[in-house]
Nanobody
Framework: QVQLVESGGGLVQTGGSLRLSCAASGQASTYAMGWFRQAPGKEREFAAAIVWNEGTTFYADSVKGRFTISRDNVKTTVDLQMNSLKPEDTAVYYC?????????????????????WGQGTQVTVSS
């Protein structure tokens, strides 16, 4: 059984920082892990992703320069360091894992490319 457990969400003031962590277990393989977020009344959107073996990272334009995604190969955890937070970053943040890439250069920025999802953790940025 695949489990993804997120932690680290909370309430922070504008300009503050939070660090989210996601621990994955039970998956057959890990091609990539990503963070997505969903604000109230909006669709889920991509925030950041990392290709596991290569360490290549991807960011949404809205978070580039403020968020950093990193991984721990041994523990199979992925963290999202969020700095200079803004009220528009308020959302439920979801961790996801994509097990395989059947070809070369698979997409990791679309939610339908991922196989398993965590329950989500709330991030609230007050103005």
């Amino acid at each position: 059984q695949v489990q993804l457990v997120e932690s680290g969400g909370g309430l922070v003031q504008t300009g503050g920082s939070l660090r989210l962590s996601c621990a994955a277990s039970g998956q057959a393989s890990t091609y990539a892990m990503g963070w997505f977020r969903q604000a109230p009344g909006k669709e889920r959107e991509f925030a950041a992703a990392i290709v596991w073996n290569e360490g290549t990272t991807f960011y949404a334009d809205s978070v580039k320069g403020r968020f950093t995604i990193s991984r721990d190969n041994v523990k199979t955890t992925v963290d999202l360091q969020m700095n200079s937070l803004k009220p528009e970053d308020t959302a439920v943040y979801y961790c996801a894992v994509r097990e395989y890439c059947p070809g070369y250069g698979c997409f990791v920025t679309r939610d339908n490319e991922y196989d398993y999802w965590g329950q989500g953790t709330q991030v609230t940025v007050s103005s």
